[in-house]
């Protein structure tokens, strides 16, 4: 979690991922911070192998050899969809990787992803409203 934390602030945003988070373990709702507003998404961890011989399978090229797969998922809130793309653009970014986005079906590099979050950051800043959540132990 040190490591996706640091490439966060490297790139310039301010999500706290939930530190005590064991980044082995991820399954479900990891609860972050963004601009000091709780929110969150869904994270796991897949079979990267089967995941990428299925997408293959489905005509799509996603590069590779790969050695680890993530699915983020989040609900519709403006805060948790920034949230998201920072999270998987840093982390594909530190570890070599790439997006793969299946809502809008095409394969993406982190320095995309990340440039997506950044301006949706700067586009909804003042509309985002007050948090779904608040996550105390988040701090």
Same mark, same amino acid.
Not at 104 to 125: C, G, I, N, T, W
């Given at each position: 979690?040190?490591?996706?934390?640091?490439?966060?602030?490297?790139?310039?945003?301010?999500?706290?991922?939930?530190?005590?988070?064991?980044?082995?373990?991820?399954?479900?709702?990891?609860?972050?911070?963004?601009?000091?507003?709780?929110?969150?998404?869904?994270?796991?961890?897949?079979?990267?192998?089967?995941?990428?011989?299925?997408?293959?399978? /489905?005509?799509?090229?996603?590069?590779?050899?790969?050695?680890?797969?993530?699915?983020?998922?989040?609900?519709?809130?403006?805060? /948790?969809?920034?949230?998201?793309?920072?999270?998987?653009?840093?982390?594909?970014?530190?570890?070599?990787?790439?997006?793969?986005?299946?809502?809008?079906?095409?394969?993406?590099?982190?320095?995309?992803?990340? /440039? /997506?979050?950044?301006?949706?950051?700067?586009?909804?800043?003042?509309?985002?409203?007050?948090?779904?959540?608040?996550?105390?132990?988040?701090?």
């Amino acid at each position: 979690m040190r490591e996706w934390q640091a490439g966060l602030d490297a790139d310039g945003f301010d999500l706290l991922l939930y530190q005590s988070a064991v980044f082995e373990e991820l399954s479900g709702f990891l609860p972050v911070r963004l601009d000091g507003a709780g929110t969150g998404f869904e994270v796991f961890h897949e079979d990267c192998a089967a995941l990428v011989s299925e997408l293959g399978e /489905e005509g799509w090229d996603v590069g590779g050899p790969w050695q680890y797969a993530m699915s983020f998922y989040f609900g519709g809130d403006s805060r /948790e969809l920034i949230s998201v793309l920072a999270a998987a653009g840093s982390y594909a970014r530190i570890t070599g990787g790439i997006v793969f986005d299946g809502e809008e079906a095409k394969v993406q590099q982190p320095a995309e992803v990340l /440039e /997506e979050a950044r301006r949706l950051r700067d586009s909804y800043k003042d509309k985002l409203g007050a948090p779904r959540y608040e996550w105390r132990d988040a701090q």
